[in-house]
């Protein structure tokens, strides 16, 4: 069964400092990735998709992510952090065999000043 | 108007009481989702619906059911509350294959 493993539940960075999001994966087969944003009391927006065409991945606000086979990794950056990038960041693959989205526990990003 | 709606926004309830969480969505899409949030734990699937007449329990379904009214409404029944069901909630719907798109969470209490 498909699974995603997101490394640090809580990841501080500085403003202007990359943000890297780590994310593992585990499919028996080639995956679908996902990485979704929640800002506070929000839903989930998507922020970028792996569907297998190209391994490097541009999202929304700057972010993207490479998909590595080699390595089951989907690791979310961004060059330079901004203050309204403080939220909750989910993985998630999507399970062929029965066709559900199954997410990781989250990193919540806080962004220091 | 948002594309996934949910109701209400945020209640509070006694244990013991039935209570109703409501969804309806306007992207025209067969599949429809329930979600539990609770810190640390990540989003946990609790029902699935991939059309009106299929519904599947998902790996948390102990303690609630739902209804696919029709293509855009999937409410979810917690029909005795209890404290430990005090989560945030979330309604999602998606096509096949593709990206799910989220409502704006409801926020549970039960004392």
């Known amino acids: 069964a498909q699974s995603v493993t997101q490394l640090g539940s809580h990841v501080s960075v500085s403003e202007g400092a990359l943000v890297l999001l780590r994310c593992n994966y585990s499919s028996s087969v080639p995956p679908y990735l996902f990485w979704y944003v929640q800002y506070p009391n929000q839903g989930l927006q998507l922020l970028l998709k792996y569907t297998s065409a190209a391994t490097l991945v541009k999202g929304i606000n700057g972010f993207e992510a490479e998909f590595k086979k080699s390595e089951t990794s989907f690791h979310l950056t961004k060059p330079s952090a901004h203050m309204s990038d403080a939220a909750e960041y989910f993985c998630?693959?999507?399970?062929?065999?029965?066709?559900?989205?199954?997410f990781g526990t989250g990193t919540r990003l806080t962004i220091i000043p | 108007d948002a594309d996934v709606t949910q109701t209400p926004r945020n209640r509070i309830t006694k244990t013991g009481k039935r209570i109703m969480l409501e969804c309806s969505q306007t992207k025209g899409h067969d599949r429809m989702y329930w979600y539990r949030q609770d810190p640390g734990l990540g989003l946990r699937l609790i029902y699935y619906s991939f059309d009106v007449k299929d519904i599947n329990k998902g790996e948390i379904s102990d303690g609630y059911s739902v209804s696919r009214q029709a293509q855009a409404k999937f409410s979810l029944s917690l029909e005795s509350a209890i404290p430990n069901q005090t989560a945030l909630y979330f309604c999602a719907t998606s096509d096949r294959y593709s990206e799910a798109f989220f409502g704006q969470g409801t926020r549970l209490t039960v004392v």
């Open positions: 998630a693959v999507f399970n062929f065999g029965n066709e559900k989205l199954t």
